[in-house]
């Protein structure tokens, strides 16, 4: 190998390796060693033309082995290296055009050294050269071959490497066929030259036994591959064909599917109807022939404004979805809910040129909603006009109840001398029945008033519960009972209604005692997702289960008034409370066995 030669691989070697450190200061590097290559295969080229102007021969180390043209490399090496400058030079350039010459120069330079290996190898039989490979040496054309080759196949845009590496049937064929028709010529030429050289064989014969086993075996080789070529194709089209069925029947399903239960339609541009499906035309009451061509409008029912539809559109036109529900009308003048979707679609270039409606009918919900939230509007009217009556006539009673009552007492004062026993004992049931009418509508006006003007605030339970101990000193005094409670929460409340609530349950307990036995009262609380559960228990009568539920209606008392006073507005009291409170009250008792009020009340955020 001449001096050059190995100079121009060693530069090669340079620059395969500084291109895989990709750093921008090795890049001058790289070029100026292109630049020699390219310099040094050029101006040999010259030498052979020639033109010694410049001789580059002996430059570096001077050639003492060769005769002839000493130091000089072949024509063949200087053109390869000429291309190989080119190709490294192209594959860094940013311009598409000097790529292409860089891969162009890689797959030059790939053929020369094939054809110059193949040369050689014939050659050898031959004992003789051909003039334009006569020194290109064949660990030469073998490196150049390696590198121009892996260049090409390191290049994801060379095609070389992408029919080389592709999984499509062009390059299996390509990776079978490639080295059957590159090795088995030079095999089966060089046996043939080999032959005639040595005259075991004329070059007639040869010849004609290259063309007769050629051919044949060419042929029989193609037929091979076409027909591995012919079985892939049929599976492929097979897979294609199953393929295309299954789209085509889960297509047909989904369609059935969505037909049965959606409404669909599709609009032009200007938003005419081009298509409605059987439901479409059966809640819409209209034929398809009638809707088509039809603008949307046409389903208009009056009851959105016109910025409902104007802001539907803009939407829509700017290529975004529109879903809501809407209000519709139909041929017959019948009206129908819908949760519809409008869908714009866009063609390659972006432009919208069709619409998709896709509606369900929701017409029975939305009645029903309707219907609902006019029993609502309907019942809140009933309960404030109930709560005004209430007011109104408790208010109003008062007054002449209270006339009763003065003209009653005063009958009994100033004028005992006009009755007798029985006039008196009248007189006297007259007053008992009106002061306890007096009571009892002071109560529902207690009732009424719960829950108007409070204000929620912090409460501390162990306090209020304190608190109403003292009021109820004297009942607890005189019942000698024990009251028991501990760590209480602090939560947040209105004070007032929740001291009424444990007043009136702490009051029932003590009230409702056993006859022989001390009334022992033990309250508790524990918190329960997201609310306070409160319970109040007792050692008193009991509550049989069967009254649990009436015990909280208004009025309503198990006993005689005057085994247990009461009005029975108590616990109504407490529902009420425990309502504003948002949580739930309720009993557990059995009949002679004391009983256990509970309560909730749910943690406001305060908490
Ligand atoms: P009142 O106490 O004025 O009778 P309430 O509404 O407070 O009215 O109570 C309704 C009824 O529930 C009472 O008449 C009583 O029969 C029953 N009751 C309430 N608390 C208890 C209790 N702790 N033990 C037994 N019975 C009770």
């Known amino acids: 190998m001449k001096f050059n030669t190995a100079l121009i691989f060693l530069f090669s070697g340079i620059i395969l390796f500084l291109s895989k450190k990709n750093k921008s200061e090795f890049k001058s590097l790289y070029k100026a060693l292109s630049y020699t290559m390219i310099f040094i295969g050029a101006f040999t080229i010259a030498e052979h033309l020639g033109l010694s102007f410049f001789s580059i021969d002996n430059i570096f180390i001077p050639d003492k082995l060769t005769t002839t043209n000493p130091g000089r490399m072949s024509p063949a090496t200087?053109?390869?290296?000429?291309?190989?400058?080119?190709?490294?030079?192209?594959?860094?350039?940013?311009?598409?055009?000097?790529?292409?010459?860089?891969?162009?120069?890689?797959?030059?330079?790939?053929?020369?050294?094939?054809?110059?290996?193949?040369?050689?190898?014939?050659?050898?039989?031959?004992?003789?050269?051909?003039?334009?490979?006569?020194?290109?040496?064949?660990?030469?054309?073998?490196?150049f071959l390696l590198i121009s080759t892996l260049q090409l196949f390191n290049n994801p845009n060379s095609s070389f490497h992408q029919i080389l590496i592709g999984d499509y049937e062009g390059s299996k064929l390509t990776r079978k066929i490639l080295p059957v028709i590159i090795l088995f010529p030079i095999f089966y030429s060089f046996i043939l030259i080999f032959g005639i050289n040595q005259e075991f064989i004329s070059v007639d014969f040869g010849l004609v036994a290259y063309a007769a086993i050629f051919i044949p075996l060419s042929i029989i080789y193609v037929s091979y591959i076409a027909i591995g070529l012919n079985k892939s194709e049929k599976e492929r089209r097979k897979l294609g064909q199953e393929l295309e069925d299954s789209n085509r029947y889960y297509l047909k399903r989904f369609k059935q599917g969505v037909?049965?239960?959606?409404?669909?339609?599709?609009?032009?541009?200007?938003?005419?109807?081009?298509?409605?499906?059987?439901?479409?035309?059966?809640?819409?009451?209209?034929?398809?022939?009638?809707?088509?061509?039809q603008n949307i409008s046409i389903l208009r029912s009056g009851h959105h404004e016109e910025k409902f539809y104007t802001d539907i559109w803009k939407k829509v036109d700017s290529g975004e979805i529109w879903v809501d529900e809407m209000k519709n009308k139909g041929k017959d003048g019948s009206f129908h809910w819908t949760l519809t979707a409008i869908i714009p679609f866009k063609n390659d270039k972006g432009e919208i040129f069709e619409f998709m409606s896709l509606s369900q009918n929701i017409t029975e919900r939305k009645t029903a909603e309707e219907s609902k939230s006019d029993y609502f509007k309907k019942l809140e009217y009933k309960n404030k006009e109930l709560e005004q009556f209430a007011y109104v006539a408790s208010h109003d009673l008062q007054e002449p109840l209270r006339t009763v009552n003065n003209f009653t007492e005063l009958l009994a004062k100033r004028r005992t001398e006009y009755f007798d026993e029985l006039g008196l004992k009248s007189l006297q049931y007259i007053q008992d029945a009106t002061s306890r009418m007096s009571e009892l509508i002071k109560n529902l006006l207690d009732y009424n008033r719960l829950d108007k003007d409070n204000i929620l605030t912090q409460i501390d339970c162990n306090q209020l519960v304190k608190d109403v101990e003292k009021d109820l000193s004297m009942n607890i005094d005189d019942a000698e009972a024990t009251l028991i409670y501990n760590n209480l929460p602090t939560l947040f409340g209105y004070e007032t209604p929740l001291r009424l609530l444990f007043q009136n349950l702490i009051n029932n307990a003590i009230k409702f005692r056993k006859k022989d036995?001390?009334?022992?009262?033990?309250?508790?609380?524990?918190?329960?997702?997201?609310?306070?559960?409160?319970?109040?228990?007792?050692?008193?009568?009991?509550?049989?289960?069967?009254?649990?539920?009436?015990?909280?209606?208004?009025?309503?008392?198990?006993?005689?008034?005057?085994?247990?006073?009461?009005?029975?507005?108590?616990?109504?009291?407490?529902?009420?409370?425990?309502?504003?409170?948002?949580?739930?009250?309720?009993?557990?008792?059995?009949?002679?066995?004391?009983?256990?009020?509970?309560?909730?009340?749910k943690i406001k955020e305060h908490d």
Not at 259 to 285: A, H, M, P, W
Not at 538 to 564: E, T
Request: proline residues 2%; glycine residues 8%.
């Open 517 to 601: 036995i001390k009334p022992l009262i033990e309250i508790n609380a524990t918190l329960k997702a997201g609310e306070w559960l409160f319970s109040i228990r007792d050692n008193g009568i009991g509550i049989s289960p069967k009254y649990k539920d009436k015990i909280f209606v208004i009025f309503q008392r198990l006993h005689n008034k005057n085994k247990y006073k009461g009005s029975g507005i108590g616990l109504a009291h407490c529902r009420k409370i425990v309502d504003l409170h948002q949580g739930q009250i309720w009993v557990d008792s059995i009949d002679d066995e004391g009983s256990t009020f509970y309560f909730t009340i």
């Open 78 to 143: 200087a053109i390869c290296s000429i291309l190989i400058g080119v190709g490294f030079l192209g594959r860094i350039s940013s311009n598409k055009a000097i790529n292409k010459i860089g891969l162009y120069s890689f797959k030059f330079t790939a053929i020369l050294s094939l054809v110059a290996i193949i040369s050689y190898l014939l050659l050898i039989p031959l004992s003789s050269k051909t003039v334009f490979f006569k020194s290109m040496a064949i660990h030469t054309s073998g490196l």
């Open 259 to 293: 037909d049965q239960v959606s409404l669909i339609g599709t609009l032009d541009i200007n938003r005419n109807f081009t298509y409605v499906n059987e439901l479409f035309c059966e809640v819409f009451k209209y034929g398809k022939d009638e809707i088509l061509n």
